[in-house]
């Protein structure tokens, strides 16, 4: 499976902070905020991942990143010349995708759980149709509401309605089969002038082809694109990672975990800078606690 990471558009709930930089790279607590949804790709397994931004910023994501294989995987970047829907993904990623089905994921968004890793790894085996995601939200109305019927079916996907019919957001993790670049193809313009991922998960809705599944109460999911949700996504990352001593969106940890990367790999991260929490950290998985030394 492919996985698309969507780091695009214009940031403008978070002006000024994204006067000269992109929203992707704003730091969630200790880590660019893009760390937060590729690790969640990684958790499903998937090695294979295009970045798609904008002109003036894919070359950012070009340095973060490199070819990937500093985390044992295959990094690719396409631009979005302009913010024209998140369905453009799917065409703009065609030749990415190839005869692969897909995973794609919001780059500001911010998922946590201890059920988190299984659930991804079991739907980066979905083959048939799509799977997205449903979270219970106070404001649906700034969401992709999924309405569903007196049997607790999905039987309707709205993009922001006024009137919600539940309180069920889409997330912005979405798991498809090939298929799905032949439907964006398909899509025309919504009224705001973009290509819907919402008409994309109606069509496949209506075919009898998705998938809903809803977290349960123990998944975090927050929507980082405002100065406040920004803030609480920190706050909640350093008060985990402080509690527990364990690190969340730690890219090189789950690549060492998951084998995409070898103990030699991580310390080449580890010992980039002596007197920093995230490379002590590191240091700290591979058994030493200096630059170098074995731990005492």
């Known amino acids: 499976m492919k ?19 992109s929203k992707q790279i704003i730091p969630i607590f200790d880590k660019p905020m893009i760390y937060y949804p590729l690790s969640v790709l990684m958790m499903a397994g998937i090695r294979d991942i295009l970045v798609i931004s904008s002109p003036e910023h894919i070359d950012l994501y070009r340095r973060l990143f490199g070819d990937g294989s500093a985390l044992g995987m295959r990094f690719d970047y396409a631009v979005q010349p302009a913010p024209e829907g998140v ?21 500001d968004n911010f998922f946590y759980g201890s059920s988190l890793p299984e659930l991804v790894e079991r739907a980066a085996l979905h083959r048939d149709g799509g799977l997205v995601f449903a979270c219970y939200v106070k404001e649906p109305e700034r969401y ?13 996907i709205e993009e922001k309605p006024r009137h919600p019919r539940s309180n069920y957001a889409v997330t912005g993790m979405y798991f498809y089969d090939n298929e799905v670049v032949s439907i964006a193809k398909t899509l025309r313009p919504s009224g705001r002038g973009e290509l819907e991922i919402t008409d994309v998960n109606n069509i496949y809705l209506r075919r009898g082809m998705l998938k809903v599944e809803r977290f349960d109460e123990g998944i975090v999911w ?31 940890e789950i690549a060492y975990r998951k084998d995409f990367i070898d103990r030699d790999q991580v310390l080449r991260t580890g010992n980039l800078v002596k007197d920093n929490p995230y490379c002590e950290y590191l240091r700290r998985l591979c058994g030493t606690d200096s630059p170098g030394g074995p731990a005492e």
């Open 144 to 156: 992709g509401v999924v309405e569903f019927d007196e049997r607790q079916r999905a039987v309707n």
């Open 222 to 252: 927050m929507d980082t694109g405002t100065p406040e949700s920004l803030l609480e996504a920190s706050n909640f990352v350093q008060a985990v990672e402080h509690r527990q001593g364990l690190k969340i969106g730690c890219v090189e």
């Open 87 to 107: 369905a453009q993904a799917f065409l703009i990623g065609e030749s990415f995708i190839g005869n692969d089905p897909c995973a794609l994921i919001f780059g």
């Open 3 to 21: 996985g698309i990471i969507l780091a695009g558009g214009h940031g403008l709930r978070l002006y000024p902070q994204t006067l000269a930089i």
